[in-house]
């Protein structure tokens, strides 16, 4: 039987490769003509092996020429959920070649069926199929798909498949065809063209993206996407990825365009750019060194500020490409309205108790003037030494950084500093005390804009001072599927002080070359309420509760000497406060304030819920007031879902201070087994956007935008 499981095996048409394994035979009858060398297998014949299980109601095998026949229902099954059905079966040993009549074919990680009135096999990796219908949807014999492709004759060969007289249909309606399309298959990465993007705009006009996928190894991949504007000219974008491992990946994205319209201030900041050559090259790379040490890059370099919210669609526009950067890196981009992309190379090493990072940034100027002012660390160190014991009590960490800041303009130069502390660990009781002494030395070269060069230094220390103290008590809790609950209250005091030192005459490359005279005492209360929950795997714990107060008093501002009779000190900071409430997975809650105790009151608050299957399926609202900033803001989200198949889902922005909408948006999405629509309206003050995307399973999506000025 060990020559019939080979043939057997090799009559599947879709996963050639496998090789020969032991197998068992079961039938109501099984015959073997040792004159004629033919073995018969009649009535329920199921023949499996390590990688097939195959049914069969007759098979029949002749030894002298080779040929195994299947007479159906003939079905083979794989242990990945794979199968193929078929009304029966032949294959040739000797060639290679077989075949299989009205034939099925399901492959269920792409969820991809193929109906064919027959498939032939006409050697390695070289298959025919005739009158094929391919689709992710369900194919049955009364009911066409919601959507398929039809093709009157299919080869597969190398990889490739190539169709002749396709058409693609909805149901029973065509709605297009091609005499001739080539694809790959039996690969999990396809090469070839991507479905197509049609886009429209006033400013940009109607236009066409075709992109083109290239797959040449499985670890990397190049994509080109060629979008044509009628009112701007070829947008060219391209993408090159890998993965080698988990600590050697990277992806580079460049856009290019010669733009053909001039700006009339597109997003009225008052700025006009008058550059035609726009372009926005991004880039992160991961590459492992060794398991302590890596190397990175993040290259973010782009011509103009206004390019990122022109266009913002497609896979390469910044929204998408945030979001996969994030995915893959765990880092994604900074704000697109800022006034520079910050590019940035470093090697990074750790040790048990110690972290080396050696680098350089390169920060660019996106606005029309000013990159020559733009200063920059073009070589760094950071050796960063953790906390660890010294003798007794005492505990050391220490921090060196090392800078070259550049600029064509301005003052420039070499920065050192180096900030040891020593920490006394003394817990008295219940008491948790702490105190650290911190010696901060800076040292500059400076090159002065003026020509002329210079040394200086810079010393200052700190003393902080803590001692907190926890209290806690457990409770037995057996309601809501909880099964304990613990309450705990930290109140603290910190005492901090650092001296006045003059610093007019260093330059300021960093915040920190003015650190100001301090000396306060903060105090606070956090509280948490703690439950645990048991299950299966074992008890799970997490705050339900979490509320925190803190507040500072100021010293040196208590014993300043008011600059006029009527004006008071006020050594009271204001008052901070966070209450959050959060669930394993229904409920999220968090309100934050800010109090002041000189007349303004509350000055800042923001409120965020979020809930999960409560009435809605999800549920967003966020709300945001500052007094000082002239900020009031509500957000909101919600989605529903209707039955099996419907989504309602809507957004919405409003400045309360203005009574204005920013942003509103409102959609519905139908989902099925193998396709999806969506179709949303969205309003903002400069315009209206109706948008559809219909995206089929395993194929991709098409959609189109519609905007209307106000």
């Not at 009205?102 to 969820?111: E, N, P, V």
């Not at 959507?147 to 190539?162: D, N």
């Not at 911190?438 to 001072?465: Q, S």
């Not at 909101?636 to 879902?641: E, I, M």
Request: hydrophobic content about 35%.
């Amino acid at each position: 039987m060990k020559t019939v499981s080979a043939v057997l095996l090799l009559i599947i048409l879709f996963w050639p490769g496998t090789g020969k394994a032991a197998w068992r035979i079961e039938a109501r009858k099984l015959i073997i003509y040792h004159d004629r060398r033919v073995a018969l297998a009649e009535g329920q014949v199921v023949i499996s092996g390590k990688d097939l299980t195959i049914f069969a109601t007759k098979a029949r095998y002749e030894m002298e020429t080779k040929r195994l026949y299947l007479w159906g229902p003939v079905k083979i099954l794989t242990p990945h959920g794979d199968w193929l059905k078929g009304r029966w079966a032949f294959m040739d040993l000797r060639s290679g070649e077989g075949e299989i009549g009205g034939a099925l074919l399901f492959i269920r990680k792409d969820r991809v069926r193929v109906r064919a009135r027959r498939m032939r096999r006409l050697g390695e990796d070289h298959y025919l199929a005739y009158q094929a219908i391919i689709t992710t949807c369900e194919l049955t014999c009364k009911e066409s798909p919601p959507w398929s492709f039809h093709a009157r004759k299919v080869e597969i060969r190398g990889g490739h498949a190539r169709a002749r007289w396709v058409s693609f249909w909805v149901k029973k309606l065509p709605l297009a065809a091609s005499p001739y399309v080539s694809v790959a298959v039996k690969t999990r990465r396809k090469s070839g063209f991507l479905f197509p993007r049609l886009v429209s705009g006033s400013r940009t006009g109607v236009g066409i993206e075709v992109p083109f996928f290239l797959a040449p190894h499985d670890s990397f991949d190049f994509t080109v996407y060629p979008l044509w504007l009628s009112r701007r000219g070829l947008l060219f974008s391209a993408e090159a990825r890998w993965r080698l491992s988990e600590t050697t990946r990277g992806i580079i994205r460049y856009r290019y365009l010669h733009d053909r319209l001039k700006d009339d201030d597109y997003n009225r900041d008052g700025i006009v750019r008058g550059n035609r050559t726009r372009y926005w090259v991004v880039a992160k790379i991961d590459q492992g060194i060794s398991p302590r040490t890596d190397l990175h890059l993040d290259l973010d370099l782009l011509s103009d500020r206004d390019f990122l919210e022109e266009f913002p669609g497609g896979a390469l526009g910044f929204p998408a490409s945030h979001r996969s950067f994030l995915e893959w890196f765990g880092r994604g981009l900074e704000e697109r309205n800022q006034r520079y992309r910050t590019s940035r190379l470093w090697l990074s090493h750790r040790r048990e108790n110690t972290y080396l990072e050696l680098g350089g940034v390169y920060r660019d100027w996106v606005l029309p003037r000013g990159q020559s002012t733009v200063l920059s660390p073009l070589a760094y160190l950071h050796l960063f030494s953790m906390t660890r014991p010294l003798f007794g009590p005492f505990t050391f960490s220490g921090n060196l950084e090392t800078a070259y800041w550049y600029r064509e303009e301005g003052a420039r130069g070499l920065r050192l500093n180096l900030a040891p502390e020593l920490t006394l660990n003394l817990p008295v009781g219940p008491f948790e005390n702490q105190a650290t002494y911190r010696l901060i030395h800076t040292r500059y070269a400076v090159d002065w804009d003026n020509g002329t060069t210079e040394d200086l230094t810079r010393t200052l220390y700190e003393i902080e001072a803590e001692t907190a103290l926890e209290l806690y008590r457990v409770y037995s809790f057996k309601r809501w599927k909880l099964s304990g609950l613990r309450h705990s209250l930290r109140p603290y005091i910190r005492y901090f002080y650092r001296p006045p030192k003059n610093q007019d005459d260093l330059p300021l490359f960093v915040s920190e070359d003015r650190l100001p005279p301090a000396h306060y005492l903060e105090y606070g209360l956090l509280q948490f309420l703690t439950v645990r929950k048991d299950s299966p795997m074992g008890p799970r714990y997490w705050d339900l509760v979490r509320f925190k107060l803190s507040q500072r008093y100021d010293f040196r501002e208590a014993a300043r000497s008011p600059a006029s009779a009527g004006e008071e000190r006020r050594p009271f900071s204001n008052l901070f406060g966070e209450f959050e409430l959060r669930t394993l997975s229904r409920l999220s809650l968090r309100y934050d304030w800010v109090y002041n105790f000189y007349g303004l009151g509350l000055t800042r608050q923001q409120l965020s819920l979020s809930t999960n299957k409560v009435l809605l399926d999800s549920f967003s609202l966020s709300y945001q007031r500052d007094r000082l900033r002239r900020v009031k803001q509500l957000n909101l989200s919600v989605r529903k879902g209707l039955g099996n198949h419907l989504v309602l889902y809507g957004s919405l922005s409003r400045n309360l201070l203005r009574s204005e909408t920013s942003s509103a948006r409102m959609g519905i999405i139908f989902h099925n087994s193998c396709y999806t629509v969506d179709i949303s309206l969205g309003v903002t003050p400069e315009d209206t956007r109706f948008s559809f995307w219909v995206n089929l399973l395993g194929l991709g999506g098409y959609g189109r935008s519609f905007t209307r000025g106000p």
